[in-house]
């Protein structure tokens, strides 16, 4: 979509694609009276958890929500590690710190930006309690490799999947295969409710105790408290938190899964475009979609949701990473993100290395000295893949509101700024 400054466009680097109909059902919910959790969140739940196939899904109030509900209802507390990776979004991490826990990170593969699988044995102490993977820009991770290490060592696995609802590892939908999995609809993700998120798991005990934990860790919600039942008292079992999901929320979620199929396969053509573009300049490398190339169907209809619709290994596409070989340039990733920008395009990073912030480097000006070997104890140098990434990673516009020609044009300019910064 193109805004126009002056004379010039503008490919904005995300737009939202919503449409008259959860427009309708928005105002539908307002003039209903019921604006908090109720009918419509349930809906949702109840239409993700047939598209993910899983036995519980639980409206959020976003994707991070869903990740620290899983770690409490796992009981992961102070002193407990857990495994993830640096190439995310601070959320990821946050959580484990909110449960007093250590986030234990390993590096990256250098052509999915997916935690390293190979790297995670030598991470483990007797205090690893979980392994949270983030299937980056969708592709899923080893799931595999991650679940047997699991196995041997006892531990729990919570996958962040906000780039990934449609992913599917070796037949499984995500959400299919962790202890707890959790869904972002973050205005930017493949589909959204503004903010809100979706957490998912096969585990009936957890699945109610989280449920419990998301709203104050009370018993009863608030709808069928106040339905024709009669009064209800809630009981506290836990003091948990507020991150529910609610009706508005869910009133325009109901219409974006509707689309979810849609849109996957728009960003798919334009994944194509992208990548048939870059394929013969040696200084663009686009992350690689590895283990399906073999067999890659169309994208199955939702009526199949739950199942794999013949896919193996199914990428979502949330965004379209290209690492820049700077080292072949004139100028780093800043100024050349700055170039692309001027010229009317808009990017994005996914992601600066967390390990390299001021909090995990001790120079917080918000928080006093961590412990060197727990949090506080990252360096430059750890972990060379991240690092790497960190300086060279930018992300193009994806979304299903571009058109062929938006994508042409983001296309023509990163390859001009390109050619004009060679050496
Ligand atoms: C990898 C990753 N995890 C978690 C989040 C947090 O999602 P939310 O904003 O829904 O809490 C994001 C959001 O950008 C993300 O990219």
Redesign the pocket.
Known sequence: MKKRTGNKKFIHFHRSSLYKEERREVIKTLKSGWITTGPRTKRFEEEFKKYIGCRHAIGVN????G?HLSLAALNISEGDEVITTPI??P??ANVIIHQRGTPVFVDVEMDTLNMDVSKIDERITKKTKAIMP?H?AGHPCNMDKITDIAKRHNLFIIE?A??AIESIYNGKKIGNIADFTSF???A??NITTG???MLTTNNDEMAEKARIMSLHGISKDAWKRYGRDGYQHWELFYPGFKYNMFDIQAAIGIHQLKRIDNFLEKRKRYVEMYNDAFKDIPEIVPLKSKGMDEFNPPVSPLSEGGINGGYKIRHAHHLYVIIIRTEELKADRDKIMHEIQLRGVGVGV?FRTLHLQPYYQNKSPLHPPLPKGGTGGFEKGMFPVAEYVSDRVISLPLYPKMTISDVKYVIKVVNDVITRLRK
């Open positions: 976003s994707c991070t929500a990740l995310t979004f959320a990821t983030v980056f962040d906000a780039h972002s609809f973050y930017t993700k903010e809100g998120g996914h």
